[in-house]
């Protein structure tokens, strides 16, 4: 997670729904082989967009208060907030294309 922060219920407001520009959230949890799949995925693509898009991932085992606020029923589920409003979800293992798709469409 060199490249992507860790995000909590206390640091959500300020680290994504205060920030300017697009900023990705992964939800997922340690124990979710689908989110383990896509890890790697993720991580490239915070490096690649670093500069462009804040990258960040919130364990929903941990933090359910801002899983459900978000309506996650299923992990991995990415969101994405351009200048703190949700403005896409990407919910499932998806290929590396989908997802690249997804951040070229919003940074």
């Known amino acids: 997670m060199a490249n992507a922060v860790e995000v909590k219920d206390d640091t959500f407001a300020a680290e994504i729904e205060q920030y300017e520009g697009l900023a990705v959230v992964d939800f997922w949890a340690t124990w979710c ?11 490239a693509l915070a490096t690649e967009y670093a500069g462009k898009a804040k990258v960040a991932k919130l364990d929903v085992d ?24 949700l403005v896409d979800q990407v919910v499932g293992a998806v290929p590396r294309p989908a997802l690249e798709a997804k951040f070229k469409e919003h940074a």
């Open 62 to 85: 941990n933090n359910q208060r801002t899983a459900a606020r978000f309506n996650v029923r299923s992990i991995p589920t990415i969101l994405f907030f351009k200048d703190g409003k």
């Open 33 to 43: 082989a689908p989110c383990r799949m896509i890890a790697p995925i993720v991580e």
